[in-house]
Structure formats: structure tokens, C-alpha cells
């Protein structure tokens, strides 16, 4: 049982990370908007590089 | 053509890049997906024909491969919005960032879905020198990042005003910002809030196992020394904003939710801190890590909710007209500058259906100004050389020249508005019902403490601070803090679901208390344009005046368009040498007839026999159908000298005005009309809608709209309807304003609600979905109540325990949500 003496305390360093991640995530303005990157990561390519041939015109 | 030809030619003609239907469209060969076949590609506009090779040109036409697309025709403005280069534009709207390049947010109209997203983030790749396009689809808002040596910000305003996204300066970035950190800052607390309170509670779950089963005095120890060291953090950080806001209701001595929050919470932390030294009794750190998250994230949905309809009637704020025409030296050329810019004694231009941007004199050109907005004036008035006008009245003739006289806050628009503002600030507070709860609330729970640790002290003094401690947590307004905030956040965003943006829950619960509602007329319970209310004549003739009406962009021959012409007239005719008599009417040839249409006295000067013989059947003035006939312009018609029918122009009655206003008197309301329009049409709407002679008030100026309000208030809450800037005031005063649909931005700007769709139906939705809200915040607050008397009898009577109190606390809170999130408040069904 007294391996819970070192179990736990690296769960919470765990969750530290963890809060830790979300803390820099939020603060970066990651959970502004949650309703455009869901679109976006449905868009084909990247804008950089576009598409410059149609394959399906036939 | 036979039926089933045309059935083919309508499915098979779409627009290749809309996918509309493309009108009077050939039948090319079926193709099912338009504008992959070979065959030339057909569009509904040519806006859609030019984004189509704007498209194929950048490489871009994936767009056409997208399931999800824009189904509406492009619709560009075609404006040159010079005005986004002028430097007095850059000083308001565009900042300079570190590496040198310049950056600026945009309102965009038109976006609608996915599509949009794709296309407006890949406008960068057809406009060189522009660097980043970032959409924000919700508030439909683009971040431009540009080099502002190689492309002007007018061109890249000019691409995406032809993709068919009308650009808009965003005002307020600087608000915006504050509330973008506020809003991070409290994720973060609640993400930090939250994942203390999860490992409190498995920390809380072993002690309360050890409990039942038997646990080593070490372990106990060391979980208890676990707990600690997860709560101070907690209380340290998260939980602060609570002992801040107990602080401020202490230093102003009101009885804030926040103080009975803040004693729970510390008295719990201290007595927790005390046991866990001394090695004995219980500690509460899982209950306060609970209540710390719980407590916060309702606070986090009420503000999220509210943040949400703020932005869409800020949205509809930028829309304003930002820009005017102004005449260069000469006289020739024009320059578009910011409105901001303008100056007294400036000429500038204004075309049809545009807003005149100052206050000034006409120095050349005739047309029908629309005052409709500013005054609520129905009927059309119109303007010569040397006539004053005003801004924010609409242009409904045709070009205008006019000097600027006063200009900004200087112009009676600018003066209207200042007084919405102080309107605003004289509002009354609605107190919603969990604000006064909670002052009660609050009184009682303290008083009940003591009481506690009075009684307990007598018998045990060992268990009193304990036992206040317990009665302290549990009864914390978790569940009465959740109550209101859920209920109206849900209720919110269903609301804009259906086209109603609602600013706050403290409305909708005012809206649901049978009251005074003042309705402005114009605009509000009429259509708010010109339309056509009646005719008699004879039905071969309305051939014959479209063909004349085609050539005049006169409001009134867009009002003939509107009722005659759909389902299009078979077999048209057409006009030569249409002569228009400005003030008067039109004349001209149509198929080798000669017709007249025009005011009574322009049509009878040109008319030899006034209904004697010939085709029409046109009975004597003043006997016919028409004499009964709403109040309006009247409009005859000739042909081949003879009067032959008659038409009357008016403002129409909203079609659901009439079943609204019986479903609200039904239900309790006192409806008014308050309007600025001459009296006697006031009256008259009124008596077709059921209104007493004493609830109609007509001629009435903002000022006066304003008093009236104010008179009413005195005697209880009133709800203010109105879509004008002459509501503006009033709507701003009143405990609940309410701007419906097409109005002006001032209107928007001080409205609590506002109606998106046409009509007095979405009202009606409103009103009972505020009253469905009402209900279930009750319903909320009885549930929270009686969960903490439950555990409030059980603290006094020394029965609880912190198991208990860690059970009842959640289960109080999930209880609220739930009821919240399956309540049916706002839906279309009725």
C-alpha cells in the first residue's frame, strides 16, 4: 500500500502538466472561437497551397 | 413548351456557382452537377459569373467540390470604398503591427457556412501583398494582415465586396480586447478550479472508504495532508474572485450572493486546516473545491450567453452606412471618405436608396426622401434645390446633391442619439427574481448559522463550530447560483435559433410579466414601405402600366413591380418615349397606346374623358370600393385618354400584426400605439388593429415618445417596440426596448431584444418563451430551496456529515441543470 506515497504525488504532477497546458492553450487565445477550426480542419488543403489543377474536369 | 419540358429546363438551368435556378435560362443537356460537364456554365447574376472566374482564375474552383455551400446569389455592392485609404479611416481602424505590416478587422456580411470560411481565408492567394485572412465564423469577423506598401485596403475591401462578402470597419476593438482577457482568465480558473476539485474529490473518496472499512491512521493522515495541499491553491487563485466580491458587498454594505460564498469558503478551509493539524474531525476541502468550480462555471455561462447576442447586435451595429460621396472642387468627380470626415459646407452626392450622411441643404436634383427611420413618418416627401434634409432619412428617388450643414453629433440624428444614451443611463434596474432571492437568501443563511453554533454551544460545545461550518457549505447557493444563469443562457441561445437576440436574462423575465407594450407603427406594425393597398381597374391595363413603370425608379413603380409581376405577366409589353414629370407621373406609348400614370391631378390634365367611354369601366370619384379604402397615395391611370383605374399607396399592415396583438391582449398585455406619423393615419391603422381610440398616439417627436414612456414607467415596467431612430430614446428608457427587424442602427444599439425576422409573430414567440423561462427559473430556485432547507434542517439537527453534505451538493447542482437543458422554452411550434 505505501506505494500510494509515490503513486499519487506523480498523478498530480500528471495534472500539472495538464492544468499547466490548458493554462498556456487558454491564454493563447485557443478556446476563442470553437466554431471556425472545426470547419476549417474539414478544408482539403492548406491556403498556402492551392489546388492549381482540377482533376476533375474532364 | 409542354410541362414536362419546362419541369427539365428548370431543374437542369442552375447557376454554376449558387446552384439557383438560372431565370429564362436555355436547357442545356441534364447535367446533374453543375459546372463539371463540358458545356458552358450558366449563372443566375452576373456577380455569380464574375466570382466564378475570379475563382477558376485563382486556382480555387475546389470551392465547387465543397458539399456544404453558399446557396444565394453573389450580391456585391460594387462600391470602390475609397474611403478605407483616406487617413482619417486609418486612424480609427487600422493598427500597425510590430513587424511592420498593418492589420484590421472586418464585419463581413454574408457569411453563412463552411464554404465561406474557405473562401474568405484563401482571398489572400488572389490578392497579392495581403498575408493572412482569419475568419471568425461565429461573429462572422475576418483579421486582415497586409503590407500596406504593396495593396491598399481598398482592394482587398473591393475582393471581397465581389466574392460577395460585404466588408464593414468593426468599431469597439478596444472593449473587445478587455473582454477577450476577461474571458480567458476565466477558463482559466475554471480549468484550474475544475481539476483540483476532481483529484480533491478522489482524495475525499478514499477518506470516506477508510471510513466504512478501516483505515491505517498513516494513510488517513496522509490524504487528508493531500487534500490540503490541493485546496489552498484552489482557494488561493480560482476561488479569490469570491472573498473579492464579498469584500466589495461588506465595503458598500448590500447583501451580496458573494458574502455567504466567501464565509462558507473560508470558514470551511480554516475549520479543514484546524482537524488536519490536530489530526481529528472532519475536514470539507472537497465540498469547497466542489463549490469553488461549480460556482464558477455558472458564472462563466451567464456571461458567455450574454457575450453571444451582445456581438450579433453589434454585428448589425457596423452596419451603419460609413462612407459618403463627396463632390470634388470642380464639381465632376466624387471621392468616397469616412463619414467622420465630413465637413460643413461640403457637397456631397447621394443615389438612390442610400442614407444621407449629414444634415444639410439640397443644392440640386428632386426625390422622394423615405423619413420612415428618424421620424416614422410613412408617406414618402419630397425634396427640391433649397429643401433641408436630414441624416439617417434613405433616398428613395433619385440622385441628390447636397451641401453639408452640420455633420456627426452636430446633425439632429447625432442630437436623437445622445439622447437614447441618456436614456440608457436613467433606466431603471430590472431586479430579476434570484437578485432579490439572494439578499434574503443570504440574511437567513447567516441568521441560521449562528443559530447553530448558539444552540450547539449549550449542548456541545465540541460539535457547534462544526455543525455552522456544515450548515455554511451546504446550503452555499450552488444550485440557486446555477438556477437563474442556466435557465437563461439556454433560453438565450434557443432564442437565436429563431432569430431573436436577447441581451439579458433580466428582460426576459420582465417580458414575462403582463405589462404596457408601446408599438411604434411605422416600420413596426406596418411593413414600413410603400406598397400597393388597393386597385380597381380593369386587369389588361396593369400590362400596360409595368411596361411604363419598367423605365422609372420611382419607389412607387417598384411597388407596382412587386404586386403585379409575379407570376410574370405573359407576353410583355414595351415602352417608348416615356416622359417622367417629376412630382407628377409618367407618360408614354405602350403597344401603340397612349398611357398615363400619375397623381389624380397630373392624370386628369391629360385625360379628355375622365371615364366617359372606352375599354375601362372606371365608376365616378368618390362612389367606388376605393372611398372606403385605407389612408394613401392615390394614383390614377389612362389610357388613350381615359381614366380607366385607380390605385392607392400605402404603408400595409403587418400580415401577423392583427392575431399578435389579440394574443397578447389575451394573455394580459396593454398594448399602445405610439407613433411619430400624422395622426389620423395613426388612427386609422389603429381602428383596423383594435386599438381604443385613447391607446393611439400619433405625431408624437422622440422627446415626446420618450416622456411618454417615462410617464408609464412610473407606474410599472414597459416594453417599447419600435425600429426607428425616433424610437431610439424610448427604447433605450424603457425597462425592456425591443428594435424589430430592418431598423436603424441607433435603435439596435439601445435595444435589450432584437427581433432578426419580419413581423409581430417572433414577438409573440418571445413573450412566450419568456414566460416558459420565467417558469423554469421558478421551478430552479424551488428545487435549490428545498435541497437546502433539507440540508439545513439536517446540519442544525447535527445529522450531517461531510459525505452527506459532498452528496447533496452535486446532486442539487445537476439537478438544475438537467431541469434547464430539457425545459422547451423557445420553439417555433405554438
Known amino acids: 500500500m505505501s506505494v500510494i506515497y509515490i503513486v499519487i504525488p506523480l498523478a498530480l504532477i500528471v495534472v500539472g502538466v495538464a492544468v499547466a497546458a490548458f493554462l498556456w492553450a487558454a491564454k493563447r487565445g485557443q478556446f476563442d472561437d470553437l466554431e471556425t477550426p472545426a470547419v476549417r480542419a474539414l478544408h482539403e488543403d492548406a491556403p498556402a497551397k492551392p489546388a492549381k489543377e482540377n482533376h476533375d474536369r474532364s | 413548351m409542354t410541362l414536362a419540358e419546362a419541369t427539365r429546363a428548370a431543374s437542369a438551368a442552375r447557376c454554376a456557382h449558387c446552384g439557383l435556378p438560372v431565370p429564362g435560362g436555355d436547357p442545356p443537356a441534364p447535367a446533374e452537377e453543375p459546372a463539371r460537364g463540358a458545356e458552358t456554365p450558366l449563372f443566375c447574376c452576373s456577380g455569380c459569373a464574375t466570382v466564378y472566374g475570379i475563382l477558376r482564375e485563382g486556382g480555387l474552383d475546389e470551392y465547387y467540390r465543397m458539399a456544404e455551400r453558399r446557396r444565394e446569389p453573389v450580391a456585391s455592392s460594387g462600391r470602390a470604398f475609397e474611403e478605407y485609404d483616406h487617413a482619417s479611416y486609418r486612424d480609427l481602424y487600422v493598427t500597425k503591427r510590430a513587424d511592420g505590416l498593418l492589420a484590421c478587422d472586418f464585419y463581413l456580411e454574408g457569411v453563412t457556412c463552411g464554404s465561406c470560411d474557405w473562401l474568405v481565408e484563401r482571398v489572400p492567394l488572389l490578392v497579392s501583398g495581403l498575408t493572412r485572412a482569419e475568419l471568425d465564423l461565429r461573429r462572422a469577423r475576418v483579421h486582415g494582415v497586409w ?183 470642380t464639381g465632376t468627380g466624387t471621392r468616397d471618405v469616412p463619414v467622420e470626415a465630413l465637413l460643413p459646407g461640403m457637397l456631397v452626392e447621394v443615389r438612390a436608396e442610400e442614407t444621407l450622411p449629414a444634415d444639410g441643404v439640397v443644392v440640386e436634383g428632386r426625390s422622394a426622401l423615405d423619413l420612415a427611420l428618424l421620424t416614422g413618418e410613412s408617406r414618402l416627401v419630397t425634396v427640391a434645390a433649397g429643401a433641408e434634409v436630414f441624416a439617417g432619412t434613405v433616398n428613395r428617388g433619385s440622385i441628390l446633391r447636397m451641401r453639408v450643414d452640420r455633420a456627426g453629433e452636430e446633425s439632429r440624428l447625432g442630437r436623437i442619439l445622445r439622447e437614447a444614451e441618456a436614456g440608457a443611463l436613467r433606466r431603471a434596474p430590472i431586479v430579476a427574481t434570484a437578485d432579490r432571492l439572494s439578499g434574503v437568501f443570504v440574511l437567513v443563511v447567516l441568521a441560521l448559522a449562528a443559530a447553530t453554533l448558539a444552540i450547539w454551544w449549550r449542548l456541545s460545545p465540541t460539535h457547534a463550530v462544526d455543525h455552522a461550518i456544515a450548515l455554511l457549505i451546504v446550503t452555499c447557493p450552488c444550485a440557486l447560483a446555477l438556477a437563474t444563469p442556466l435557465a437563461v443562457s439556454v433560453a438565450i441561445g434557443r432564442a437565436a435559433r429563431l432569430g431573436i437576440l436577447v441581451r439579458g436574462g433580466a428582460a426576459l423575465e420582465a417580458l414575462a410579466r403582463p405589462g404596457r407594450i408601446y408599438f411604434d407603427k411605422t416600420g413596426t406594425v406596418t411593413e ?222 439601445s435595444a435589450d431584444v432584437y427581433l432578426t425576422r419580419p413581423g409581430l409573430g417572433t414577438l409573440v414567440t418571445l413573450v412566450e418563451g419568456s414566460q416558459r423561462t420565467l417558469a423554469v427559473i421558478r421551478r430552479n430556485i424551488v428545487f435549490s430551496v428545498a435541497y437546502n432547507l433539507v440540508g439545513a434542517a439536517l446540519a442544525m439537527t447535527g445529522l450531517i456529515n461531510p459525505l452527506i453534505a459532498a452528496i447533496l451538493m452535486p446532486a442539487s447542482s445537476m439537478t438544475v441543470l438537467l431541469a434547464s437543458w430539457k425545459s422547451q422554452t423557445f420553439t417555433t411550434d405554438r
Open chain 2, 528 to 749: 414600413g414601405s410603400v406598397s400597393l393597398l388597393a386597385w380597381e381597374g380593369p386587369e389588361e391595363a396593369k400590362r400596360l402600366v409595368l411596361a411604363l413603370e419598367r423605365h422609372s425608379s420611382h419607389p412607387l413603380a417598384r411597388a407596382f413591380e412587386v404586386v403585379w409581376d409575379a407570376p410574370p405577366v405573359e407576353g410583355e409589353a414595351v415602352a417608348k418615349d416615356v416622359v417622367y414629370t417629376a412630382g407628377g407621373g409618367l407618360e408614354g406609348i405602350v403597344e401603340g397606346r397612349r398611357v398615363v400614370v400619375g397623381s389624380p391631378a397630373f392624370v386628369s390634365a391629360r385625360a379628355s374623358r375622365p371615364g366617359a367611354e372606352g375599354r375601362g369601366t372606371c365608376p365616378p370619384a368618390g362612389a367606388s370600393a376605393l372611398g372606403s379604402a385605407p389612408e394613401g397615395t392615390p394614383v390614377h391611370v389612362a389610357i388613350d385618354g381615359a381614366v380607366v383605374g385607380r390605385a392607392v399607396f400605402g404603408d400595409a399592415i403587418r400580415d401577423d400584426a392583427r392575431a399578435s396583438l389579440a394574443w397578447l391582449r389575451a394573455r394580459g398585455y396593454d398594448p399602445h400605439l405610439l407613433s411619430g406619423d400624422d395622426p389620423g393615419i395613426v388612427a386609422s391603422v389603429g381602428a383596423s388593429l383594435d386599438f381604443a381610440a385613447d391607446h393611439c398616439r400619433g405625431g408624437a417627436i422622440p422627446e415626446e415618445k420618450l416622456r411618454v414612456v417615462e410617464e408609464a414607467e412610473r407606474r410599472g415596467p414597459v416594453v417599447m417596440v419600435g425600429d426607428g431612430v425616433n424610437d431610439a430614446a424610448a427604447i433605450a428608457r424603457a425597462a425592456v426596448g425591443i428594435g424589430v427587424s430592418g431598423g436603424a442602427e441607433a435603435c439596435l444599439a
Open chain 2, 147 to 329: 503590407d500596406g506598401a504593396s495593396v491598399s485596403l481598398s482592394s482587398i475591401a473591393r475582393t471581397l465586396d465581389t466574392l460577395g462578402y460585404r466588408p464593414h470597419p468593426y468599431r469597439g476593438l478596444r472593449l473587445e480586447r478587455a473582454r477577450r482577457d476577461e474571458d480567458r482568465a476565466a477558463l482559466a480558473r475554471i480549468g484550474i478550479a475544475g481539476a483540483i476539485a476532481v483529484n480533491t474529490m478522489l482524495a475525499a473518496l478514499a477518506l470516506y472508504s477508510g471510513w466504512l472499512t478501516g483505515m491505517e491512521p498513516a494513510y488517513e493522515r496522509y490524504f487528508r495532508w493531500l487534500s490540503l495541499l490541493l485546496v489552498t491553491p484552489a482557494l488561493i487563485w480560482p476561488g479569490r474572485v469570491f472573498f473579492r466580491g464579498a469584500w466589495a458587498a461588506v465595503r458598500t454594505r448590500s447583501l451580496h450572493m458573494d458574502l455567504p460564498i466567501a464565509i462558507a469558503l473560508g470558514a470551511g478551509y480554516a475549520r479543514g486546516l484546524y482537524n488536519t493539524v490536530r489530526d481529528a474531525g472532519p475536514i470539507y476541502f472537497d465540498g469547497v473545491t466542489l463549490l469553488i468550480f461549480l460556482l464558477l462555471v455558472g458564472r462563466f455561462l451567464q456571461q458567455r450567453a450574454q457575450r453571444a447576442a451582445g456581438d450579433a447586435a453589434e454585428l448589425l451595429y457596423s452596419l451603419s452606412p460609413a462612407s459618403a460621396r463627396v463632390l470634388e472642387g
